[in-house]
Structure formats: C-alpha cells, structure tokens
C-alpha cells in the first residue's frame, strides 16, 4: 500500500473549515484514500473514503487532485468535538485483499474557540 | 457507541505474565480486527479474522496468538509479556472480509495494558 505523508499538527478555529491535506504521490491506480479519526485514546473512527471523484458525506468532503498524488479532508464548520488525530490511509481494494489499515502518524488537528 | 465491546478496560501485570484480552464485534460483523497502539510505534495492525478463518496478519509477534470463536467473540492472548508491550489494545469489526472499496471499521473502546 502506498506511504502517506501529512503535517503532524494543525490548528482550526471553530467554526471554520478544517482543511487537512494528505500527500499520496505513489498511489496506484487501484488505491483508495480513507480517512479516520482518533478522538483522545478512543477507537479510530471511520470518516469517507474515494477513489477518484470527490466525496462529501454528513461528517465531510474528501477532495481527490485529478492526478490522484495528494487529498484534502475539510470539515466544513470545524466544532471543538472534532479535536482529534487524523489518519490518511491509501488501500488496495480487491478480491485477494483484506480490510487491514495501515496507521500513520495523522495531523493532530486542535480546533480553537 | 461503535457496538463493540472490549474488556478488561484496564489491565496491570508483570513482566513474563500471561493475559487474555476479549471482544465481541457489533451484532452480525464477520470480521474481527486486532490493533495495538504504543506511544513509539503508534497505532498497528496486528490480525484479521473472518467468521473464524484467520486472514490476514500484520506485525504480530509469536508470543500473542488470537482465534476468533462460533459466536464471533474473539480474544487476542499475550504471554511472556515484556515491558514494550504496555499499549491501547483495540479490536474493530466490520461485516465484510475487506475485499472491496467500502471499508469501515468500528472500533472498541480498547484495553489498556501495564506491564511492570
């Protein structure tokens, strides 16, 4: 699976958007990003994931550049509840995979009153 | 409330103890996933299993062994326990194998082991 690379920490005010970018410049073509977050030692929690397109879901919107090499997670109105660690993940899916996750080392993201 | 449920919470043992740590999945989730986070080697995959079929293994040494059960419960066993082993435990369930594109996990509270 290929290497992710994203900024140890970032800073949001509440509110705002949260735009967390992940680099993926090896991605193959049958890889796809996922996103989870880890709130305090609490279990990682699902977010979105895509392949091309972008994606928006209830909890955010996952940009894809057109040469598929870098993402960017927003959070659309960043509220304290979303202080978290996010992880940026790229997987193979396919009939021979399974559903292992490769961690990172995530953005810690501290959204600011 | 991921729907999964890990115990102990807590754990505190020695050195050279051996522990058994417990999750039951969401109700109908197949698959069962073991991770281990340490505070130097973050967080990382340990072991799948899919309705009681090993299926994957990561980076699990050969002191811990798991087996996934008929009812689905699974337990992750840790022996010969070395101080570098004191972490968050995690189990995570999913209602596939993981061959496709939609991968979510839910996640367990975790088990968090001491070794003294």
């Known amino acids: 699976d290929a290497k992710t690379t994203q900024p140890p920490s970032m800073d949001c005010a509440e509110g705002r958007a949260a735009n967390l970018p992940c680099n993926h410049s090896t991605i193959s073509g049958n890889e796809y990003v996922y996103w989870y977050r880890q709130i305090h030692s609490q279990g990682p929690q699902y977010i979105i994931h895509?392949?091309?397109n972008n994606e928006t879901n209830e909890m955010a919107s996952l940009i894809i550049t057109e040469d598929r090499k870098s993402s960017t997670l927003i959070l659309p109105h960043a509220t304290l509840r979303d202080t978290a660690v996010y992880y940026c993940i790229v997987r193979v899916a396919g009939s021979s995979n399974t559903g292992k996750l490769i961690f990172g080392q995530g953005t810690t993201l501290q959204v600011k009153p | 409330d991921s729907g999964v449920t890990q115990t102990p919470k807590h754990l505190i043992t020695a050195t050279g103890q051996r522990v058994t740590l417990r999750c039951s999945p969401r109700?109908?989730?197949?698959?069962v996933y073991w991770y281990q986070q340490s505070l130097d080697q973050g967080l990382q995959f340990l072991i799948q299993?899919?309705?009681?079929?090993?299926?994957a293994k990561g980076n699990i040494l050969e002191r811990f062994s798991a087996q996934q059960f008929p009812d689905l419960h699974s337990e992750l066993n840790l022996s010969s326990l070395e101080l570098g082993d004191s972490a968050l435990y995690f189990c995570?369930?999913?209602?596939?194998?993981?061959?496709?594109?939609?991968?979510?996990?839910?996640f367990g509270p975790g088990t968090r082991l001491t070794v003294l």
């Open positions: 995570a369930s999913s209602d596939h194998p993981g061959r496709g594109s939609y991968n979510e996990q839910f």
């Open positions: 109700s109908g989730d197949l698959s």
């Open positions: 299993y899919y309705n009681g079929e090993e299926r």
């Open positions: 895509g392949l091309k």
